[in-house]
């Protein structure tokens, strides 16, 4: 699905976004992330163990809402799913966010122990509110 300028906008700006998962029992987990974007599919970058990986590992269905910091009024619900799960590159990728929400040039929070990895969500449903 080809995503609104609007939402590629907010997107590739400095703004939070709410990843929602499925747990294993059904009920929802939320989790509120650092995002970007590869083109017209949304990537969150977060670490082997969590929830959030676990729980999309298991059921890759993701919902996810985002608005404008500026304008809250200016936001999107997203429905999609997880087409892609990546460990190569996804250091550089938590450093990349990092300075795009931060300012800092790595990842200031890393855990020694931890592998970081890329989920890469295929939009399929978006609305607009």
């Known amino acids: 699905m080809e995503l609104p300028e609007e939402l590629k906008a907010l997107l590739d700006g400095v703004h939070f976004a709410t990843l929602a998962t499925v747990m294993g029992d059904g009920s929802p987990q939320a989790s509120t992330m650092w995002v970007d974007r590869e083109g017209d599919h949304i990537r969150f970058n977060t670490a082997e ?73 295929e939009i399929e449903l978006v609305a607009e509110h």
């Open 49 to 121: 163990g969590r929830v959030k990986p676990r729980n999309m590992d298991r059921d890759p269905r993701v919902a996810v809402s985002i608005y404008n910091a500026d304008d809250p009024y200016e936001s999107y619900a997203i429905q999609g799913r997880v087409i892609e799960k990546r460990h190569e590159g996804a250091d550089a990728h938590i450093d990349a966010l990092a300075f795009k929400y931060l300012g800092a040039e790595e990842y200031p929070y890393r855990r020694q122990d931890e592998v970081r990895v890329i989920y890469v969500v």
